[in-house]
Nanobody, 121 residues
Framework: VQLQASGGGLVRSGGSLRLSCVASGFSLYNYQVGWFRQAPGKEREFVGLIRWSSGSTYYADSMKGRFTISKDNAKKTVVLQMNSLKPEDTALYYC???????????????WGQGTLVTVSS
């Protein structure tokens, strides 16, 4: 079981980034794929999730309208499109998967390694 997150980088405030999470070694059909982030000195924060079977999504209130999660079934990839980025979006972004439709990190069984997003002002 492996999740590989990528796509992080340095972007100016107001810019966009597209993160990808590729899953391998297991079936996602009965799982959700969530995105979380952790800024230095802060707790891990829920960003949003997608239910693999239906494509239903759920976002943290602060991300709604700026962040969009989508999936590519054939590539077993989940994409987090981030627009209108702000310096406070700077964090290590993780993808994770678990069976529960949940915004709680402990409900996720498998985690990717994280990809760093830095937004400059």
């Amino acid at each position: 079981v492996q999740l590989q997150a990528s796509g992080g980088g340095l972007v100016r405030s107001g810019g966009s980034l597209r993160l990808s999470c590729v899953a391998s070694g297991f079936s996602l059909y009965n799982y959700q794929v969530g995105w979380f982030r952790q800024a230095p000195g802060k707790e891990r924060e829920f960003v949003g999730l997608i239910r693999w079977s239906s494509g239903s999504t759920y976002y943290a209130d602060s991300m709604k309208g700026r962040f969009t999660i989508s999936k590519d079934n054939a590539k077993k990839t989940v994409v987090l499109q981030m627009n209108s980025l702000k310096p406070e979006d700077t964090a290590l972004y993780y993808c994770a998967t678990g069976p529960a439709f949940s915004n709680v990190a402990r409900d996720y069984e498998y985690w990717g390694q994280g990809t760093l997003v830095t937004v400059s002002s």
